[in-house]
C-alpha cells in the first residue's frame, strides 16, 4: 500500500510562489512504471490536472500552466515538489499529489493524497 501527504503553507499571498512537498510512504517497490502528479480542484469547480513526472523524469505540464509550473523531486527522500510562480486568488484551491502505478499488463492503480487548502489572498 502506498500513501501519500502534501504539505506546505496554507495561505500564498498574490504574485509569490506556492511551494508544496508530496511525501510517499509504503511498498511500491515492485512497480518499475509510474508517474508522480499534481492536481488541483478550485472551490466550486472539478478536479484540475496541473501536470506529472514519469518514474524516469520525463515531465509534463497542463498547457494553461505551463510557463508558471514546475515540478521537481528528491528521490532519496521519496518526496516531490510543486511550485506555481506568481500565484493570483484564481489559484485557490485544494490541491492533491498521486502516484499512478503502471503494471507490466498495463492495468493501472492510483493512490492519492488526502489534499490540502492553499489559499491565495493579501
Known amino acids: 500500500q502506498v500513501q501519500l501527504q502534501e504539505s506546505g503553507p496554507g495561505l500564498v499571498k498574490p504574485s509569490q510562489t506556492l511551494s508544496l512537498t508530496c511525501t510517499v510512504s509504503?511498498?511500491?517497490?515492485?512497480?518499475?512504471?509510474?508517474?508522480w502528479s499534481w492536481s488541483r480542484q478550485p472551490p466550486g469547480k472539478g478536479l484540475e490536472w496541473v501536470g506529472a513526472m514519469s518514474f524516469s523524469g520525463s515531465l509534463y505540464y497542463s498547457l494553461t500552466l505551463k510557463s508558471r509550473t514546475s515540478i521537481t523531486r528528491n528521490t532519496s527522500k521519496n518526496q516531490f515538489t510543486l511550485q506555481l510562480t506568481s500565484v493570483t486568488p484564481e489559484n485557490t484551491a485544494i490541491y492533491f499529489c498521486?502516484?499512478?502505478?503502471?503494471?507490466?499488463?498495463?492495468?493501472?492503480?492510483?493512490?492519492w493524497g488526502q489534499g490540502t487548502q492553499v489559499t491565495v489572498s493579501s
Open positions: 498521486a502516484e499512478h502505478d503502471i503494471s507490466s499488463s498495463g492495468s493501472t492503480l492510483d493512490y
Open positions: 509504503g511498498d511500491s517497490a515492485t512497480i518499475n512504471n509510474y508517474y
